[in-house]
């Protein structure tokens, strides 16, 4: 078993050395965890069943992640004497969830291989695994990222797009992380999963023109004027547990729950590619399975930069 384990150590510095140049690589933990793949699948099919919103959740809880620093695992942190975590900013406050479905797979994990898997890279794999047990396409995950130390609530505060942001402020904000228009567009549609709080649409739905009335109307059932911030509507009125094209068929009939959503199909230039998804889901698939590799990318922290933690609430 100690000889296992040295030479286990000693083929995670070689992969370690390998990413000096910044590349992360689909193969990364095949020799020091070659179970962590099966084991991040199991729990994030099971935490599914339970709950099937959680898919949704853990796939923004990676995206929120890798707007921040990059993808570093920093949303994970607590708040601690030493560290001001990002979860109480305000694009994350009592709305970034799925922390527990982290925290099992880390243990189950670190049971097979301490002190291997970084918990960056557990978000990845599971948000990959989300959208594939939802009914979305699957990609190889690049991986070989390290955790970071700290957090960044100013970051948080700062980078995240805002429900209300306009289509050229959602263009400059993926831009300034090296994504495309085309890359935003993409992954905009994992809006085709998962709730978003009253708080978040009101506006759009008692104030906006450029929406369905029929629409408005019933979601305005369940997000009074005044009142019950915290209620919860599917941000894909059709198929909210499905992962599918219905989200940008929806923005077509001016069904986008969010404002920023229905910034997508508002006669700009993002109109023809909302139109090509919403007749072709092998496009929309395959675009968004590129995209999610691109958004992975991110500022990883690599080599000798970071660590891996062995609880992602906390630095080691």
């Known amino acids: 078993m ?12 070689l ?3 390998s990413n000096v140049n910044g590349q992360l690589n689909s193969t990364f933990y095949d020799s020091t965890c070659p179970n962590m793949s099966s084991t ?18 853990i796939v923004r809880l990676h995206f929120h992640d890798c707007f921040v620093n ?28 799925g922390f527990d479905v982290i925290d099992t797979i880390k243990s189950q994990v670190e049971a097979m291989c301490s002190g291997v898997v970084s918990c960056a890279d557990i978000l990845a794999i599971a948000a990959r695994d989300s959208v594939v047990a939802l009914g979305g396409p699957s990609w190889k995950v690049q991986l070989g990222r390290r955790d970071s130390l700290t957090a960044n609530l100013s970051g948080a505060n700062r980078d995240l797009p805002s429900p209300t942001s306009s289509l050229n402020t959602l263009i400059s904000a993926f ?7 085309r890359d935003m567009i993409a992954l905009s549609g994992a809006h085709t999963i998962g709730q ?22 019933s979601v305005q059932a369940n997000c009074p004027f005044s009142g019950g911030d915290n209620n919860l509507s599917p941000l894909d009125v059709q198929t909210p547990t499905t992962f599918d094209i219905d989200y940008y ?22 109109d023809s590619q909302v139109t090509t998804y919403a007749n072709n889901q092998t496009t929309f698939f395959s675009d968004f399975a590129a995209a999610m ?17 062995t609880s992602c609430r906390k630095p080691n």
Not at 3 to 13: G, H, N, S
Not at 197 to 217: D, H, P
């Open 2 to 13: 100690m000889a296992f384990r040295a030479l286990a150590w000693i083929a995670l510095i």
């Open 15 to 17: 992969l370690g050395l």
């Open 40 to 57: 991040i699948q199991a729990v994030v099919k099971q935490a599914i069943a339970n709950e099937s919103r959680m898919g949704a959740s």
């Open 70 to 97: 990059g993808c570093d695992g920093s949303i994970l942190l607590d708040d601690s004497v030493n560290i001001t975590g990002e979860k109480t900013a305000g694009p994350n406050n009592n709305s970034v969830r």
């Open 175 to 181: 831009n300034a992380k090296g994504l495309s228009t």
């Open 196 to 217: 978003a709080r009253c708080t978040t649409f009101r506006t759009r739905i008692y104030n906006e023109t450029n929406i369905n009335s029929t629409f408005a109307s």
């Open 249 to 270: 068929t929806n923005l077509m009939s001016q069904q986008g729950l969010l404002h920023s959503d229905q910034e997508l199909f508002n006669n700009g230039s993002a």
């Open 293 to 309: 590799v691109n958004m992975g990318n991110i500022s990883p922290l690599i080599g000798s930069s970071g660590q891996v933690r």
